[in-house]
Each structure stands twice: as structure tokens, then as C-alpha cells.
């Protein structure tokens, strides 16, 4: 026997139909499942970590002398053709950042600049120029 809904059920229940099928979460269903991708879960971390820490370089400043952790060294023993033009700053920054700096410092800053035997990966920097 067939039971007859009230005029108001008959209108409710293809309106709830559609409401759900056009509601985010719907719609998001339904995307996932077209791509085929699911939820990303990121794995448990025991140890918060925080920034790493800014990378150390040195900075050009012109074809002889450099920034480095917030000091300015000149090279000793490097004699450059037109020091102070750009081409002989990215020369300059190019050996710097082609290796591992080791600056041994001659004596006491003057004017807050210090002199520096300055060595990229073993080999002096004055010496490897002249």
C-alpha cells in the first residue's frame, strides 16, 4: 500500500537532494574523488623547528675588499686593474662564493676595516690573481 507524503515532504526532499549535492563539502567530494587524490597528512613531528638560520656570505663591496658577518676586509696582496668598477665586484663576488672562505686577519681593524690573507678553499686569493 502506498502511502501518500504531504504536499510539503514532496517539495522538501528534492530540494534537500540538491542543497547537498551543490554544498562545498559536496563538491569537494567530488572533485577529490575525479582526481583521485585524498587528504594530505603531514607526518608527526616530535621536534618543532624553528627558521634556519641565514646563510653566512660574503659581499663584494668593490674588486678588492668585501663584507663578511658585518666586518669589511681588504685583500691582501690582490692588485687589481680598476678595483672599483663593477666588473671586478662580481669577479670578486664569483671566488667568493665559489668555495670555502678562510680569512686570517693582520692585525687590528683601522678605520673599521680590516686587512685579511683571504683563502677559497685552501688557495689565496691574492696569490691566485696577481
Not at 73 to 98: C, N, P, T, V, Y
Not at 121 to 128: C, E, I, L, P, T
Request: aromatic content about 6%.
Amino acid at each position: 500500500m502506498l502511502t501518500r507524503l504531504p504536499a510539503l515532504h514532496r517539495l522538501a526532499a528534492p530540494l534537500l537532494a540538491a542543497a547537498f549535492l551543490f554544498s562545498p563539502l559536496a563538491v569537494q567530494a567530488a572533485s577529490d574523488a575525479a582526481s583521485g587524490l585524498g587528504p594530505v597528512r603531514m607526518a608527526p613531528s616530535s621536534a618543532k623547528r624553528g627558521a634556519p638560520p641565514p646563510p653566512r656570505r660574503a659581499y663584494a663591496i668593490d674588486g678588492q675588499s668585501f663584507y663578511y658577518e658585518g666586518q669589511q676586509f681588504i685583500i691582501e696582496g690582490l692588485q687589481m686593474l680598476q678595483a672599483g668598477s663593477e666588473l671586478a665586484k662580481q669577479r670578486l663576488q664569483q671566488i667568493l662564493d665559489s668555495g670555502d672562505l678562510q680569512i686570517a686577519p693582520l692585525g687590528d681593524a683601522v678605520d673599521s676595516v680590516t686587512r685579511a690573507r683571504v683563502s677559497i678553499n685552501g688557495v689565496s686569493v691574492g696569490a691566485g690573481l696577481n
